[in-house]
């Protein structure tokens, strides 16, 4: 279980009323003093998940309130509140070799992609500055033959290149990349 994965365990499992009631704080009509400064009249509030004291602005969570209340930093917060909720916060071995798998093929994954990046990039360029270098010069008779289905081609080509390859949003990139990629293996 990863650290957001377990936060969100630990903050479903015991809800902030809860745990303000084990700290002895308890609520009269939706408010009391604040726990953490000389209050005078009720200013700490909670509204679901979330409190707020109104005279000195702390608020947050269930796990902001653990870590001020009892002085811990987050680690310390999220090990007694999984504690009391009786979740498990050690990774088995398993668990560890899962993610470091995991990451080794992310990072393999965007290897592959990034040399696949590279190549579409230097062989689309390639192709369109040969075909301008042709159309420039004019086509002889026999070459019309060879360059065909190129020069048909050709805006399709370059609406690609020019999309998909010369912006710096790569989300269409990476879709043409799974296309391919799937489609090849």
């Keep these: 279980m990863n650290g957001g994965s377990l936060i969100a365990h630990i903050k479903a499992a015991l809800p902030l009323e809860a745990v303000l009631s084990d700290a002895g704080i308890h609520l009269e009509r939706g408010k009391r003093r604040c726990p953490f400064h000389d209050d005078r009249s009720p200013s700490f509030t909670i509204r679901g998940e979330k409190w707020r004291c109104w005279a000195c602005g702390e608020g947050g969570d269930v796990l902001d309130f653990v870590k001020k209340f009892h ?3 987050t680690r310390g917060a999220i090990k007694m509140l999984a504690d009391r909720a009786g979740i498990s916060t050690h990774r088995t071995p398993a668990d560890t070799r899962a993610a470091v ?21 230097d062989s ?3 192709l369109l500055w040969l075909y301008r270098q042709k159309e ?5 008779e026999d070459e019309l033959k060879v360059f065909a289905p190129l020069i048909h081609a050709m805006p399709e080509i370059e609406y690609t290149y020019e999309t998909v390859f010369c912006t710096r949003d790569d989300t269409a990139r990476r879709a043409l990349f799974e296309e391919e990629y799937h489609n090849a293996g």
Excluded: P, S
């Design 71 to 73: 002085g811990l930093d």
């Design 101 to 121: 798998q995991a990451r080794q093929e992310r990072g393999e994954r965007e290897k592959t992609y990034r040399a696949w990046e590279k190549h579409k990039v």
């Design 124 to 126: 689309m360029a390639a």
């Design 136 to 140: 420039a010069q004019g086509f002889a």
